[in-house]
């Protein structure tokens, strides 16, 4: 029994061949199911440059909101939910060179990694987001003038251009990768 689990296992199937020297070996072949995108190879390279361009105002936003020098940048339930924010953005960065490696007809290895990546990590960074909002305010109710309420409030509303360009990749999304359709190779 293996201790790891390849949710693509399935997808895989195998013919036992012999070659020249007169040895049997398994020639694997792809069986699963395969993603088809609504547009052709041309389309698609121009969806890189405003995947990059996301990619890109999600990390400035973040980074911005970071440069905030508040009083409640030194507490840990403060600071940790603003930090994590960074891995679904470097995700995101992942699954947009894996989208660029793929073609039009992905497997659903491609898919996962590359485009249901990116649609995943675009609505943690929202989850984050508001958590770490949520933990501001709370900072806020807690600590009543104890701090700078100016740069607070700064932090505060910062979150908001981060959320909003979670949700513009959404739509764009929504827009350009909704019509994907799903072959059956079987």
Request: with cysteine; proline share 4%; net charge positive.
């Amino acid at each position: 029994m293996s201790i790891l689990h390849n949710p693509y296992k399935g997808d895989y199937e195998h013919v036992p061949e012999m070659d020249k020297k007169g040895r049997f070996r398994d020639r694997f072949f792809y069986a699963g199911d395969l993603y088809v995108l609504p547009f052709d190879e041309n389309l698609k390279k121009k969806t890189y440059l405003p995947c990059g361009l996301f990619y890109i105002a999600m990390m400035a936003a973040i980074i911005l909101e970071g440069c905030i020098n508040q009083t409640s940048s030194r507490t840990l339930w403060v600071v940790l939910p603003y930090m994590i924010q960074f891995l679904p953005a470097l995700f995101f960065l992942l699954g947009l060179v894996e989208y660029i490696g793929a073609t039009p007809r992905m497997t659903r290895q491609q898919y996962d990694k590359g485009i249901g990546r990116m649609h995943f990590c675009g609505v943690a960074v929202i989850v984050l987001a508001a958590i770490s909002a949520l933990c501001e305010v709370i900072y806020l109710i807690l600590r009543r003038g104890q701090y700078d309420i100016k740069s607070e409030l700064i932090y505060l509303a910062m979150h908001v251009p981060v959320v909003l360009v979670a949700i513009a990749f959404g739509k764009y999304y929504n827009k350009h990768f909704s019509g994907i359709t799903k072959e059956s190779t079987k």
